[in-house]
């Protein structure tokens, strides 16, 4: 039975066991030849001696780089070889050859743009870094679903095929649907708090959003993966929370189980005992305290959330409270002060990761604030009748996986943390 090159261990000394992988790199030293296996768990030696292995087996260790086999041999230990262990082959076995010059050098010792790797992602992948991005970006997504599972979440499937404008905005993607007007999804935030309005109470989800948006940026794309929560009975505090917890477990999470693969990346990942808040007030006072002159009521950019990090000194926090004004219409205003909303973004790293709040669950509030950001209502009947069925107040954030990625692995484009990336320019492969 075939087991991983991680798996060969100097205590399985004598062993006879069976690989399957691609060949990676090959040398000849005439009656000596030395060939790297490679498998999804890394890297084992060959090694073949003129007379001691059969001559198709010996023929066989120098076959070209990338391809395809499947081996028998014996372990044995050797303390030149990486990981102290080599295999001596008895059998190899041609799974498949290599017919094309490959566009990109699984070894890296030959850079290529990252067009052509994107165009030949397939080969991309076999490189040890692209590799280790999406072992750790597979982990991220493991952590968000086992820690809110843990915390008693339902996972639901929210549609990417819709009838209207998610968010009312005019930055979507029409598609042809029989012999209707369709859309694909901007946003899942109408599904998930229709399934708390359900009575699901606590729902997770991972959907897809498209986004319309002719942006040609390093952080955008067109289509994105998501990490979504609502909680029914909760306001922005018990939002915070429940993010803060399920942001902390994907950090301890990524630096256990990847930790090889952040080593090939050389990041040293911290894991904050907890997220201190701060509220945009707050915040606002540190960058006029800092010499940076902001008025209260605007958004952060780039250079204030950059900013914010610099004084703040800490990898991970959340800002609460934003200006009502600022944030989308279905963020509930504070009670005692309606120009302040309960809401709140997780940062990490000066960047933004999640973002979420108490949600209005008031129909003729909801009506109001529609109508407070310029839009209008009788687009959003069926919204705003689902608040008239009996709609608990309840809270919920959405955070990008991509984006988590990116800054978990400390890329500079997102297309580097997007499997088969979609963007303006790029739809295949």
């Keep these: 039975m075939r087991i991983y090159t ?20 090959t040398r000849d030293h005439g009656k000596i030849r030395f060939m790297v296996l490679r498998d999804k768990e890394g890297f084992i030696q060959v090694i073949g001696k003129k007379g001691m292995v059969p001559d198709e087996v010996f023929d066989n260790i120098s076959l070209p780089k990338e391809t395809v086999i499947s081996l028998k041999g014996t372990i044995k230990i050797s303390p030149q070889a990486p990981n102290g262990v080599e295999i001596v082959p008895s059998e190899i076995n041609i799974l498949n050859n290599v017919s094309l010059q490959l566009p990109v050098d699984p070894t890296s010792r030959i850079e290529a743009e990252l067009d052509v790797r994107l165009d030949n992602r397939h080969i991309d992948l076999r490189t040890k870094r692209v590799h280790s991005i999406f072992h750790i970006e597979s982990n991220i997504l493991r952590a968000f679903r086992e820690k809110m599972t843990l915390l008693d979440f339902e996972e639901i499937i929210p549609p990417s095929l819709i009838a209207a404008a998610s968010e009312g905005g005019a930055d979507v ?29 606590r729902v997770f989800m991972t959907p897809q959003y498209f986004r319309a948006e002719k942006h040609n940026t390093t952080a955008h794309l067109n289509e994105v993966t998501g990490m979504d929560a609502e909680i029914a009975f909760a306001d922005h505090h018990t939002g915070m929370k429940i993010l803060s917890e399920a942001f902390l477990n994907i950090l301890s999470t990524v630096k256990k189980n990847s930790a090889n693969q952040l080593a090939e ?34 958004d952060f950019g780039r250079d204030e959330e950059r900013k914010l990090f610099e004084i703040i000194g800490e990898e991970a926090y959340i800002i609460s409270e934003y200006p009502t004004k600022v944030r989308a ?26 973002s979420g709040a108490q949600r209005i669950h008031l129909p003729d509030l909801l ?36 984006r988590v990625c990116m800054a978990l692995t400390r890329q500079n484009n997102i297309r580097e943390c997007t499997l088969f990336p979609r963007d303006m320019h790029r739809l295949t492969p």
């Design 6 to 25: 991680s798996q060969v261990k100097p205590e399985m000394n004598n062993s006879i066991v069976e690989l399957a992988g691609w060949v990676h790199e």
């Design 265 to 298: 990346l050389k990041i040293d990942l911290e894991v904050p005992d907890k997220l201190n808040i701060y509220t945009y007030t707050e915040a606002v006072d540190m960058l006029n305290k800092h010499g940076m002159k902001f008025e209260w009521g605007t």
């Design 329 to 354: 219409f279905y963020s509930m205003p504070n009670e005692e002060n309606p120009e302040i909303s309960n809401s709140y973004d997780l940062m990490y790293r000066g960047v933004e990761m999640a």
């Design 367 to 402: 009506t109001k604030q529609i109508k407070a950001k310029g839009m209008n209502p009788d687009g959003f009947k069926f919204y705003i009748d689902a608040f008239k069925s009996g709609a608990p107040p309840h809270a919920g954030f959405g955070m990008g996986l991509q």
């Design 173 to 201: 993607f029409p598609v042809i649907y029989f012999e209707k007007e369709a859309f694909l999804s901007q946003s899942p935030q109408l599904y998930k708090q229709l399934a708390v309005i359900g009575g699901m109470e």
